[in-house]
């Protein structure tokens, strides 16, 4: 399997924005179509974003369209998430995921398809 550590979390206010960076490492990074998801506090672990392994495909939750950002550098081996106009109901722990996919324009948003995670970041947004 993959092995993922996240980075770029932190405390914001609304509508700051922040960017989240997977690091993928221990397989070949082109090979996996990628994830981010979040949960809040007292709640289930939630789809944010997906982009598959050619990044011809990127699909959101409809919470966070026109202000999130997927996108991945195969060359850094790291999946990306971009997050503008930031509001407090996006405070949770952020988790990048990983599966291993042979058709690069696939993508998932259910998180039983994912084979490796991360251990998470945490973002706050302050009102």
């Known amino acids: 399997q993959v092995q993922l550590l996240e980075s770029g979390g932190g405390l914001v206010q609304a509508g700051g924005s922040l960017r989240l960076s997977c690091a993928a490492s221990?397989?070949?990074?082109?090979?996996?179509?990628m994830g981010w998801f979040r949960q809040a506090p007292g709640k289930e672990r939630e789809f944010v974003a997906a982009?598959?392994?050619?990044?011809?495909?990127?699909y959101y939750t409809d919470s966070v369209k026109g202000r999130f950002t997927i996108s991945r550098d195969s060359a850094k081996n790291t999946v990306y998430l971009q997050m503008n106009s930031l509001k407090p109901e996006d405070t949770a722990v952020y988790y990048c995921?990983?599966?291993?996919?042979?058709?690069?324009?696939?993508?998932?948003?259910?998180?039983?398809?994912?084979?490796?995670w991360g251990q998470g970041t945490q973002v706050t947004v302050s009102s």
């Open positions: 982009i598959s392994r050619s990044s011809d495909r990127t």
């Open positions: 221990g397989r070949t990074f082109s090979n996996y179509a």
């Open positions: 995921a990983a599966r291993f996919e042979f058709n690069p324009m696939n993508y998932y948003i259910r998180q039983e398809r994912y084979d490796s």
